[in-house]
T-cell receptor, first 112, second 113 residues
């Protein structure tokens, strides 16, 4: 089964609203990353948060990490139509070497 | 700009055919990866490589093999394609000894009839 699982599977919001999605994982990690994928394209790295960090910001993105609950959240503030994409969390399990394990993704639709 | 290039965006093959998917990166990265992506299942790791001529099985290696003769090139081979290998295939690379950012190609959508 997947190490990381996103919730919700799909999200529809109006432009200007905030979008929040969550990622839960099962085993201890070194770091957790979020990626974006536009339809039919490759994934693009958004942000990496290490296991000893609790919160990280990058532009309109805010990521939190709670290692006690084995969960992370990605918040996109003031969403734009261009934020329409699928968002994936990826974990670097401590026992797995240099491999990332991806969740199933959250599909975000931002309506203009 | 860093770049990972996959040779074919779309391929249609017949059952039993041999399929080669090529991936080239220009960042001098040691690590290269092949994932397949299916709806609802996320990305699943097929094979990865830490160095030239090195390969390691990922989570779903059955039915696939790989080749890494040069540092910049990592090929995925389907010896005898089957319909359940219809999928989007994504190649990625990263720096040595560092599970950090992966750089992905645009993907190769394979249909096996």
């Amino acid at each position: 089964s997947q190490q990381g699982e996103e919730d919700p599977q799909a999200l529809s919001i109006q432009e200007g609203e905030n979008a929040t999605m969550n990622c839960s994982y099962k085993t201890s990690i070194n770091n957790l990353q979020w990626y974006r994928q536009n339809s039919g394209r490759g994934l693009v790295h958004l942000i990496l948060i290490r296991s000893n960090e609790r919160e990280k910001h990058s532009g309109r993105l805010r990521v939190t990490l709670d290692t006690s609950k084995k969960s992370s959240s990605l918040l996109i503030t003031a969403s734009r139509a261009a934020d329409t994409a699928s968002y994936f969390c990826a974990t670097d399990p401590k026992a797995a070497g240099n491999k990332l394990t991806f969740g199933g993704g959250t599909r975000v639709l931002v309506k203009p | 700009d860093v770049k990972v290039t996959q040779s074919s965006r779309y391929l249609v093959k017949r059952t039993g055919e041999k399929v080669f998917l090529e991936c080239v990166q220009d960042m001098d990265h040691e690590n290269m990866f092949w994932y397949r992506q299916d709806p609802g299942l996320g990305l699943r790791l097929i094979y990865f490589s830490y160095d030239v001529k090195m390969k390691e099985k990922g989570d779903i290696p059955e039915g696939y093999s790989v080749s890494r003769e040069k540092k910049e090139r990592f090929s995925l081979i389907l010896e005898s394609a089957s319909t359940n290998q219809t999928s989007m295939y994504l190649c990625a690379s990263s720096q040595q000894g560092y599970t950090g950012e992966l750089f992905f190609g645009e993907g190769s959508r394979l249909t096996v009839l």
